[in-house]
């Protein structure tokens, strides 16, 4: 009996042309869009953690919503963002998760996984510009703002 081997299939498409994508030019726009997109009735509930896929001038091919925890914590699989990243051919990210209790203050698991995820993009040429958490009420933290990048 001959070997058999699956076939693997890799595809992204645009449903937006490029010249209609969002720019992110701060954190604030990066905020802003955030809060205009995430599901307002599951943002103060679910700890959720998302990945915003950039070209190389920094406009948005999309967001990914990579996991979905529970009210104090998501698990994040960097093998599995960086599938989404390659797949999409994104050569930025900006990664973002919320609080739902509004606490707008960066925990130490918080500051381990924006290092790890660092690490491996610098491996593969992708740039990480910052790590945004945000709160229900409209309020934002950027890692980048406050040096930790």
Do not use: C
Request: hydrophobic share 40%; charged share 25%; no cysteine.
């Amino acid at each position: 009996m001959k070997d058999k081997v699956n076939e693997i299939r890799i595809s992204y498409k645009e449903r937006i042309t490029s010249p209609f994508w969002r720019t992110i030019k701060s954190s604030k726009d990066a905020a802003e869009m955030l809060h205009e997109l995430w599901d307002k009735d599951t943002i103060q509930v679910h700890e959720s953690f998302k990945v915003i896929l950039l070209n190389n001038s920094n406009k948005v091919k999309g967001i990914y919503q990579l996991s979905k925890g529970g009210i104090t914590s998501t698990i994040i699989d960097i093998r599995l963002l960086f599938a989404v990243v390659l797949k999409s051919l994104s050569v930025a990210i900006i990664l973002t998760h919320n609080h739902p209790s509004g606490t707008l203050k960066a925990s130490q698991a918080d500051k381990d996984i924006t290092n790890k995820i660092k690490k491996a993009a610098e491996l593969l040429d992708i740039r990480l510009l910052d790590h945004i958490l945000i709160v229900p009420n409209g309020d934002y933290y950027s890692f980048a703002d406050y040096g930790l990048m």
